[in-house]
């Protein structure tokens, strides 16, 4: 028996909402608190997340390059080569691939900007997450310091669901980090967007492991695809 693994996926309709930005950082953290091996696979055709770690010196989280159509057999062959744990970053969009997608995880989670735009684009995201029966969080990001309105995106995305008991807050260092590969962890440990990513991660953890004992989403399918293009170490294109 290979050892369990669990998939995180993150998505939301919204661009701009920071699923590639909390995809690889939640995947950095989870690999330094020990939660690894961790992959990352990117489908988003604008391909940002293989974009920095195309760029990114440490090979850890691994990524897995794959395709909507091979994540089945992608995901498949990164549990029996004891990846313990994969993150896949998603388009924003609502499409019929991204509920196949979200089909493979055991947990779905939506990043949100505290705005009125964001906050109202919420439904599909929710839908996609009941139609295929997977626990999804909300996690308000990019939140202003103080702000009356990221308390109020807090208590409207409640109606929808589950809401982190972490708020991400908008830094610039979550961007600049990410200009060379790296993320705010790897600049500065104990700054305040690290101490965010840390605490977010710690809740993810704590929800996927709740989750432990059921049925991994990926184990619902029949083998789709009979190849892979896994890339490990190298440059993911
Ligand atoms: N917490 C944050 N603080 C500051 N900038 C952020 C934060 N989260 C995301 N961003 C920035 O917002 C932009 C969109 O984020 P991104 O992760 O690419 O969103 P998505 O993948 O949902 O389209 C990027 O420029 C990113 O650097
Ligand atoms: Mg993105």
């Known amino acids: ?12 309709q919204k661009g701009g909402s920071g699923k590639t930005t909390l995809s690889g950082h939640i995947a950095v953290e989870a690999e330094r608190q020990g939660a690894g091996p961790v992959a990352l ?16 010196k440490d090979p850890a989280p691994a990524f897995i390059q794959s395709v909507f159509s091979n994540l089945f057999y992608d995901l ?3 549990r029996e080569e004891g990846f313990r744990l994969v993150v896949i970053d998603t388009p924003p969009a609502v499409t019929r691939a991204i509920s196949e997608v979200v089909s493979f995880a055991d947990l779905v989670v939506a990043p ?6 964001d906050l109202r684009a ?41 809401v982190a008991p972490v708020t991400v807050h908008h830094r610039v260092d979550f961007a600049a ?4 590969g790296r993320t705010v962890m790897e600049i500065d440990p104990f700054c305040q967007s690290s101490q965010e990513v840390s605490a977010l ?7 996927l492991q709740r989750a432990d004992g059921a049925v991994s989403g990926q184990e619902d399918h029949a083998a789709v695809a009979n190849s892979s ?3 490990f170490g190298r440059r993911a294109v």
């Open 1 to 12: 028996m290979f050892p369990s693994m669990r998939v995180i996926v993150f998505a939301s």
């Open 41 to 56: 696979i990117d489908t988003d055709p604008q391909g940002s997340l293989a974009k920095w770690w195309n760029v990114r």
């Open 76 to 78: 498949d062959s990164a």
């Open 112 to 117: 949100t900007r505290p705005s009125p735009h």
């Open 122 to 162: 919420v439904g599909p995201t929710v839908d996609i997450a009941e139609a295929r029966g997977k626990p999804l969080v909300f996690v308000v990001n990019a939140a202003t310091q103080r702000a009356r309105i990221t308390s109020e995106a807090a208590i409207a995305l409640s109606q929808h669901g589950t």
């Open 177 to 180: 980090s990410m200009i060379d």
């Open 201 to 207: 991660w710690k809740y993810l953890h704590e929800r």
């Open 229 to 231: 293009n896994r890339v």
